[in-house]
């Protein structure tokens, strides 16, 4: 008569030599893998891995790293399963194998990189796990208990994409990601002041006519400087300190080009001075729209008709006879 079986188990076989107990260590040892993994991703995981999924699929370290860890105690789990649950020997088998061949991959890889240490404990710890795992003593059943080669298969690929798809959800890529709400920017209008090609045209026929419709009436039977320019331009003040620091007898009209909505204004790292011009008259533009001008812009205009244009670009209207 054959001894009595003990949880399906011979009772003289060596407690470390049971496929239930080798499989538990396989397992302890795979969590403890997976929460150190956790703890510190991407750092933490094998760093061949990761690069491995970076050049076959573009994953960052970060996603790299959750998969990993995410397979990692979805194996863990595999084998609690199916190796203390089932007596299976196969599968705690092949989950510290393959840990001892990353963590060999990783060792070769901190011989030039650097941190050896956390690699080779993982690969004497691993490959002790294997060995008892092939050591261990199968099972006597009387009859077939458990799931069946096909099963066991299919329920382990189960375990390890539920693991795996809850462990890594929060940086799956395909995942709707929560943004904050779009700010309305306002629509950039620009207005180009180039008017060189409007000399010999009446004023009110130009565009700074349009964006200044009392200049055609203020310049009728009078010779006219109007002069475009901006605060911080130091040309600009030059211009008028050469030009307008004393009465002219031309009727003189500045115009201070007003800052665009919607669009960033750079410091040019010149002062917001006042400018200097004696005896002329300043007009207004309509703020809002992005006035494109070399300033400063000196345009001549004879009795209502545009005569001369000088800008930063061409042109000399204030020398001019």
């Known amino acids: 008569m ?24 396989v397992a302890l040892f795979l969590v403890v893998t997976a929460v150190l993994q956790f703890r510190d991703i991407p750092n933490s995981v094998p760093a061949p891995l990761v690069a491995l999924l970076d050049a076959l699929f573009g994953y960052t370290p970060e996603l790299a790293g959750r998969l990993l860890s995410s ?7 595999i084998v609690l399963f199916f190796g203390v649950g089932f007596g299976n020997r196969f599968l705690p088998t092949v989950a510290a194998s393959l840990g001892a061949f990353v963590s060999l991959a990783c060792i070769s890889r901190a011989l030039s990189a650097g941190g050896m240490g956390y690699p080779a404990t993982s ?3 691993f490959t002790a796990c294997s060995v ?9 059943r009387m009859g077939r208990r458990g799931l069946s080669p096909a099963w066991t298969a299919l329920s382990a690929i189960a375990i390890a994409t539920i693991t795996g798809a809850v462990a890594a959800r929060e940086t799956d890529p395909s995942r709707p990601s929560e943004s904050a709400p779009k700010v309305s920017i306002p629509k950039v209008v620009n207005v180009d002041f180039d008017m060189h090609p409007f000399v010999g045209r009446r004023v009110e026929e130009t565009p700074i006519g349009a964006s200044l419709p009392s200049l055609a009436a203020r310049t009728r039977g009078v010779t ?14 030059s211009l008028f300190d050469q030009f307008f620091s004393a009465p002219r007898l031309e009727q003189v009209l500045t115009v201070e080009i007003p800052p665009a909505n919607g669009v960033p204004q ?3 790292g010149e002062a917001h001075e006042p400018i ?3 005896g002329c008259e300043p007009l207004l533009l309509p703020p ?3 006035y494109l001008v070399a300033s400063p812009m000196v345009i001549k205009i004879e009795d209502g008709v545009v005569t001369c244009v000088s800008d930063r670009f061409k042109g000399e209207c204030l020398l001019a006879p």
């Open 71 to 77: 397979s990692t105690l979805a194996g863990a789990l």
């Open 224 to 237: 006219t400087f109007v002069v475009f320019y901006m605060p911080d331009c130091s040309a600009c003040h």
């Open 123 to 125: 690969f004497v710890v």
């Open 288 to 290: 809002g729209p992005n």
């Open 132 to 140: 008892l795992s092939m050591r261990s003593i199968a099972i006597n």
């Open 2 to 25: 054959q001894s009595a079986m003990t949880d399906g188990e011979h009772p003289t076989v060596p407690f470390l030599r049971r496929p239930r107990v080798t499989a538990a260590i």
């Open 266 to 268: 750079v410091e040019s």
């Open 276 to 278: 200097v011009c004696v």
